[in-house]
């Protein structure tokens, strides 16, 4: 029994070790410049979350510098342009969100996806409109992978 509970509780700490940071809309001010970033393929990466695989990434495409706060710039692509997902073929995400690519202003080389909690392209547009209303953006963890596919772009 006193196995199980170790086993349980690192199985936990495992899955809590890779939570996202959230950030508000509202925290957010403009970015005018003329920075972007070019995608000419599709930048996805997986992460194993406690027993679970999970696929995020950004799509081919233009995405622009239009926010930033404190911590960072928020590069916005078009329309469904993030995606992630636990399952997929050939690293491929089933669930495709608003949202984009984030850059660190205390690290340049640190590029992360972020998209609005519970934008995905398949609800209906009531609850899109509704999750752009409340404006959560969420900005997954850091991954060598995603920042190595962004900067190659660059």
């Not at 609005?116 to 509704?130: A, F």
């Not at 209303?133 to 900005?139: A, G, M, R």
Request: aromatic residues 12%; contains cysteine.
């Amino acid at each position: 029994m006193k196995y199980r509970v170790i086993l349980v509780f690192s199985i936990l700490l495992s899955a809590c070790a890779s939570i996202p940071s959230f950030q508000s809309k509202d925290n957010l001010s403009a970015y005018s410049t003329n920075m972007k970033i070019i995608l000419d393929s599709d930048a996805i990466y997986k992460v194993n979350k406690g027993m679970v695989t999970w696929y995020f990434g950004v799509n081919k495409g233009e995405y622009i510098a239009k926010y930033q706060d404190d911590s960072g710039y928020y590069f916005e692509g078009s329309n469904h342009s993030s995606c992630m997902g636990t399952e997929g073929k050939s690293g491929g995400c089933t669930s495709q969100l608003i949202g984009g690519i984030w850059q660190s202003k205390m690290d340049q080389n640190d590029f992360r996806m972020y998209y609005i909690d519970g934008s995905t392209k398949n609800d209906n547009s009531n609850t899109q409109g509704y999750a752009t209303t409340l404006n959560k953006y969420v900005i997954e963890t850091a991954s060598n992978e995603f920042s190595n596919l962004i900067k190659a772009s660059l």
